[in-house]
């Protein structure tokens, strides 16, 4: 095990570390998976699941704070000892994103998501007594998580969920049930190494809708978060229970003409390439001013961009997205991801249209018009349409339409404050990052905590702790006052 100096040491070198190329994970994840042990918390049944995570409750709900933390402290611990499995796993099971990346984000999941400090007891005191509001857990929390970053998720709820009181069932994405169980096993080992009871966090084997409305409709669930697309969380909001929504972006990215262009250039793609543009937070789309588009074109070249052009990008378009039949006669045809190619290699995508790019290639670049596709869609590959626009005025309009009301994130590279204060108000998202790489907004290499579940549609915002707890009013009179 290594201690918190070594951890320490280990998250600075690796945040300092980012940007450019990412280096190889080697270690061997599939040996850890198939030891042969029964993985802690996982189930075969959701009935199963969450009649274990009830009876781990009613033992839970008694710890303190202290206890809750000395958990919370092993599960970072040993997120940080196995982030490098984790990575190379999430790659394994889901054949999406970067090994070395996921990493990264393990790291910032143990080292930046909050614990009980992040909770908070308000006193009033007065002539009349004492009032405390305090922030008390739900009970049992049900979790859908998505397949984009299963276990960076389920490790992040973990700690919220866990500091504040609860106790969690995940329903996972069936496209990363292997990472997710190994995620909940591995929260579990931290449990009872701090001394916890066995299920507090539980999961099924094989995760499906139905497992998903199980958990959804049990009386023992008294809170529910879904982190993923739209449909889970309108299917969430409209259960009758208390929900928290952490749904879907698209996130423009502005460049102006006073921005400093080769940083920009860089920023922008050490963000859209991040774990091969999986996070929701990831620069999508850029609207840049005209008479600055051909120099931000050639740092985006200088740092590992592809620019394809003409037909190519059309050869692209069959590639990554597929027509969906119109559903009234008369309407076009809609184009949606092909899931094939989510959160590939810029390398592989081009091979597939016949381009055999240099190793250091890490993002597909082309330039569209707005109403492309490549804009419109959420695609979640290294693939980023450039849109050139006469005024800064014109890039707020295209951001704010291309970003479809997700309210999620937004991006702006420019060192104009009028302007960081226009597009701010026009686009009114959950994360704003001015002038630095899209997963600043998560606390990558900046300030503040980090959240794998970013609560737009339902106004958390970036989720903590203190998400999962309801408030608690506690009321002392001091009769001998009152006269
Ligand atoms: P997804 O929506 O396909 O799946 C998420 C989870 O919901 C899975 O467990 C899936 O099985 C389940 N699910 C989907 N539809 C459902 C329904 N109707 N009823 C019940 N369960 C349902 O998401 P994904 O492809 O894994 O993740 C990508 C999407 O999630 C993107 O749109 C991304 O922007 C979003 N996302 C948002 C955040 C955030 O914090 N806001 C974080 C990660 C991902």
Known sequence: MIDEKQISELVRNVLNGLGGAAPEVTSAPAAAVESGRRQLGVFDTMEEALEAVSKAYAMFRNYNKEQRENIISEIRKLTHAEAEILGRLGVEDTKMGNAYHKMLKHHLVADKTPGTE???TRALSGDRGLTLIEQAPHGIIGAITPSTNPSETIICNSIGMLAAGNGVVFNPHPHAKVISRYAVDLVNRAVLAAGGPENIVCTVANPTMETSNKMVGSPLVKMLVATGGPGVVKMLLSSGKKAIGAGAGNPPVVVDDTADIAKAGK???????????????????????????????????KNGSYLLKGEMIDKLVQTVLVDVPPKNPGDKPKKVINKDWVGRDAKKILAAIGIEAKDDIRCIICETEFSHPFVQTEL???ILPIVRCETFDDCVEMAVKAEHGNRHSAHLHS??????TKY?????????????PSYAGIGFNSEGHTTFTIAGPTG???????TFTRQRRCVLVDSLSIV
């Open 424 to 436: 701010a108000k026009a686009i009114c998202t959950t994360i704003f990052v001015k002038n630095a």
């Open 267 to 301: 920023d922008i793609i050490d963000g859209c390439t991040f774990d091969n543009n999986l996070p929701c937070i990831a620069e999508k789309e850029v609207f840049v001013m005209r008479n600055v588009a051909d120099e931000l074109i050639h740092y985006m070249v």
């Open 460 to 466: 958390e915002g970036l989720t903590s702790a203190r």
């Open 415 to 420: 060192k104009n404050v009028d302007h960081m």
């Open 118 to 120: 992040d909770l908070e």
């Open 380 to 382: 979640m590959m290294p």
